[in-house]
């Protein structure tokens, strides 16, 4: 999500503090917060799929291989 859209979430929550907002506003308002949403989840989840734990026995587990149906990309 680029800052533009961040900023622009941030005018419209003020207006609607202050004013109110249009229909259209408010529409507006629900899709950039929606796809702020998508994009904090696609980046946890990133982030979840490339975290590995060292196993007491001495292996490594990939959870992203484990739980996050991350294949290995074998040549």
């Given at each position: ?17 202050s ?57």
């Open positions: 999500m680029n800052p533009n859209n961040i900023e622009r979430i941030n005018e419209l929550y003020h207006k609607s503090q004013v109110g907002l249009t229909e259209e506003e408010k529409a507006e308002q629900a899709a950039l917060r929606k796809a702020y949403i998508e994009n904090i989840r696609s980046n946890m989840r990133a982030n979840l799929n490339s975290i590995s734990i060292q196993e007491k026995d001495g292996t490594i587990t990939d959870l992203g291989k484990k739980y996050g149906g991350i294949q290995d990309v074998q040549s």
